[in-house]
């Protein structure tokens, strides 16, 4: 039997989780029209072109029960997470019941770039720039000022993470202060 819309959608969250690219989880709360439902889900929807108001649309779907259940209203949620690199034009998402629908947006700061702070070794696999190899094997690259540290060094790195770089490799980062020492907190 083929999932249906659930019956109503009460709340959405949106949640941006620690990780490098960011990820997006989206927590959806609702009703199903009787007991027996199961298997909740958010199903995307594929768009050809990037939709003009920045909305991602879900359906909240689950699988309804396959025999007569009793009729009551009962809670259902669901979850999915973007994975990768949420894409540029998203401003958030609209979650569909049968009944309804309801809106999250991003907040006003999920945009701006963060401050990152990495300890690392200054290798040569840079072709462009300056390459950081951490101690569990990510690779970074570093734009702006070196204070003179070099390759072989093991350094302490702050800066903001690049969305856009000429670099070619690795994870880039706008270098705001660098150090031998860890940063005093």
Known sequence: ???SKI?????????VLESYPPKIR?????LVPTGGWSAPELIPYVYIIPPVDGIQDFDFAAQPPPDAAIQVLRPIEASHVIENTAPSWLRGVRVHASS?????LLGE??????TVCIKGTLTDEGIECQALRTEDGELYTLVGDLRGFSKGDTVYVSGTIAQVSFCMQGITIAVQWISDKPPKC
Do not use: F
Not at 26 to 30: R, S, T
């Open 26 to 30: 989206i927590k959806a709360y609702g």
């Open 109 to 114: 700061d999920a945009g701006k770039p963060r």
């Open 7 to 15: 019956y109503r959608v009460d709340a959405v969250q949106l949640t």
């Open 100 to 104: 309804n629908n309801k809106e999250a």
């Open 1 to 3: 039997m083929p999932k």
